[in-house]
């Protein structure tokens, strides 16, 4: 028998609670109600197919004045601001505009020559336009890696725990030239704007609330016109607009988890538009959106529901809001192995303290941990990483077996 509607908006919604919705209690508890109440869900129903996304509609009734108590408590709020909850749902749309993506875009853009021009599709306002006004503090096993702007630290400090980089931060981009597109921009001088791209952070967020403040503070400072429409109606054209303002510019199109809304026929046509017009592609999207970009991630070994890619090649598998990140790298090392180079470079030799910190960061013995470094360190992979550090490591290991 076919779905109804009404079952099929409710299976939405439970999905909605036990996958992202998990990260909310309140949200999940919101959707696991509506899943259940057929008075709610046939409200629900008469929205638009794509309004009926549970977030936006749970968004909506918080903006609506349904307070955030148990659903049973507020059920009745609910049915009785229905009418400007639907009308919210109508004019607006989820835009996740997460500073934090900065993190995996810096990563792509590290491989990048500059000058660059960034386009950004799906840019809602602005918010990672600006990724080289940022600071970033990037955890790895044992070390941790900061890059600041060259004024000094920024009010916006993005923290990420990463596995697979290398001993140097990521260069600061020179970015020259900013555009962006989106269905829905919102423009961070527009207090109603602002508050809907608050109301968007979930309700116990509040870390992440403060940090979407303090990001629209900085873009407030240089607001950016985003131009509305559809991204591949508007492509072109805000490429044609980069070339002509900055010529001599590398061209950047950066599309996190935005082109999963497309159909797949336009998806299609943006990214052979993009590997085709001598400029260079940032996707950061689920790993089903772009069946090319999975099956190189599937033949890398590159594991994970999210994919960082460049031009179309897997580089990293993130976390959707850029909180951690497993960088490949050329030299053919896994991620795991070259944290364990670069923390040895750090803690080179024996040490009073060396075995608990190995104990503490790999929860391995020492003598494991020389065992799996020998192996590491006499791979063809580890020569082409750093040809140098292999070689001290050897002349180290022979000095010490003479004594």
Request: hydrophobic share 40%.
């Amino acid at each position: 028998m076919a779905q109804s509607e009404r079952e099929r908006c409710a299976d939405w919604f439970r999905r909605f609670a036990n996958a992202e919705g998990a990260e909310s209690p309140r949200y999940r508890n919101w959707a696991l109600a509506i899943a259940d109440d057929d008075e709610v869900l046939d409200r629900i129903v008469t929205l638009p197919l794509a309004k009926r996304q549970p977030v936006l509609v749970l968004t909506c009734a918080r903006v609506a004045g349904v307070p955030l108590r148990p659903f049973d408590t507020v059920r009745a709020d609910f049915l009785a601001l229905w009418k400007e909850i639907a009308q919210l749902a109508r004019a607006r749309a989820t835009q996740t505009n997460d500073p934090r993506r900065c993190s995996p875009l810096l990563v792509a853009l590290d491989r990048i020559r500059g000058p660059i021009a960034l386009i950004e599709v799906g840019a809602s306002a602005g918010l990672t336009l600006i990724p080289d006004r940022y600071s970033y503090i990037w955890n790895a096993p044992g070390r941790s890696i900061e890059s600041h702007p060259t004024a000094g630290p920024s009010t916006v400090v993005l923290t990420a725990d990463v596995h697979g980089w290398g001993a140097s931060p990521p260069k600061r981009p020179h970015i020259v030239y900013r555009d962006g597109i989106d269905l829905n921009p919102l423009d961070v001088t527009d207090e109603s704007d602002r508050e809907w791209l608050e109301a968007l952070v979930w309700p116990e967020q509040v870390e992440r609330l403060k940090l979407i403040r303090a990001a629209v503070a900085l873009v407030a400072e240089d607001p950016r016109v985003i131009a509305a429409g559809d991204a591949l109606a508007e492509i072109r054209g805000a490429v044609a607009r980069a070339r002509r303002a900055a010529p001599g510019a590398t061209v950047v199109v950066s599309s996190p988890a935005v082109l999963v809304y497309l159909d797949p026929s336009a998806r299609r046509e943006f990214v052979t538009y993009c590997r085709r017009s001598k400029l260079r592609w940032i996707s950061l999207d689920g790993r089903s959106v772009h069946p090319s970009i999975e099956s190189a991630a599937n033949d890398a070994g590159i594991d994970g529901e999210f994919l960082l890619s460049l031009d179309g090649v897997p580089i990293a598998s993130v976390d959707p809001l850029g909180r951690s990140m497993s960088i490949t790298n050329k030299a053919g090392l896994a991620p795991d192995d070259l944290d364990l180079i670069e923390f040895e470079r750090i803690h080179w030799g024996p040490k009073p303290s060396k075995e608990s910190l190995v104990r503490r960061v790999w929860s391995s013995s020492l003598v494991r941990y020389y065992q799996r470094l020998y192996a590491i360190m006499e791979s063809s992979a580890a020569r082409r990483y750093d040809p140098v550090l292999v070689k001290t490591f050897a002349q180290s290991s022979e000095s010490r077996q003479r004594r």
